[in-house]
Antibody
Framework: QLHLQESGPGLVKPSETLSLTCVVSGGSISTNDFYWDWIRQSPGRGLEWIGSIHFRGSAYYNPSLQSRVTVAIDTSKNQVFLRLSSVTAADTAVYYC?????????????WGQGTLVTVSS | DIQMTQSPSTLPASVGDSVTITCRASENINTWLAWYQQIPGKAPKVLVSRASTVEGGVPSRFSGSGSGTEFTLTIRSVQPDDFATYYCQQYRIPPWTFGQGTKVEI
């Protein structure tokens, strides 16, 4: 049974960098069939796709966040990472690690439980 | 970005009712549309892909239809577990975008 678990600081100060880790268990992230994505959810912005990465290194980002976001992958640890720089209160959200199909991209069949990140001084 | 608009925002229902949620895309997405169910405090769960393909393990009372810019999700004979928020999502053109959600409530 595939399991995705997000972790990271629950509180980040404005202008700092948000860093989250997703540990994937019950399956390998080194598969051609899937991408590993980050999606966030907030009352004001709803569900918002942040970005995705394939184990071969291809990464794609939401243009609205592209200048601030990096998604990375460590196949040796079966982990996916999110970094979002220069955060503001608008980045306060529940952040989900998600498995998405590679063909077609963008269909999500496994979600982590989500982790709440609050941006506040 | 493709805008996804759902209606209604809130849908009152009783157990046994049949309910329909509508999702409109700002441009043609063919049938690259998914529906998700979210129970409070939980992550979304995919119910339907390609507009009308019900995912494995999803009860047959859920059905999806539509193509182009207009789509519907129907729940036939609503059950207590179905009171949740439902989201549509397009995956034709990135960035993938979601509707704002429809809350089915008692």
């Amino acid at each position: 049974q595939l399991h995705l678990q997000e972790s990271g600081p629950g509180l980040v100060k404005p202008s700092e960098t948000l860093s989250l880790t997703c540990v994937v268990s019950g399956g390998s992230i080194s598969t051609n069939d899937f991408y590993w994505d980050w999606i966030r959810q907030s009352p004001g912005r709803g569900l918002e796709w942040i970005g995705s990465i394939h184990f071969r290194g291809s990464a794609y980002y939401n243009p609205s966040l592209q200048s601030r976001v990096t998604v990375a992958i460590d196949t040796s640890k079966n982990q996916v990472f999110l970094r979002l720089s220069s955060v503001t209160a608008a980045d306060t959200a529940v952040y989900y690690c998600v498995r998405g199909a590679a063909n077609p991209r963008g269909l999500y069949d496994h979600w982590g439980q989500g982790t709440l990140v609050t941006v506040s001084s | 970005d493709i805008q996804m608009t759902q209606s209604p925002s809130t849908l009152p229902a009783s157990v046994g009712d049949s309910v329909t949620i509508t999702c409109r895309a700002s441009e043609n997405i063919n049938t690259w549309l998914a529906w998700y169910q979210q129970i409070p405090g939980k992550a979304p769960k995919v119910l339907v892909s390609r507009a009308s393909t019900v995912e494995g393990g999803v009860p047959s009372r859920f059905s999806g239809s539509g193509s182009g810019t207009e789509f519907t999700l129907t729940i036939r004979s609503v059950q207590p577990d179905d009171f949740a928020t439902y989201y549509c999502q397009q995956y034709r053109i990135p960035p993938w975008t979601f509707g704002q959600g429809t809350k089915v409530e008692i």
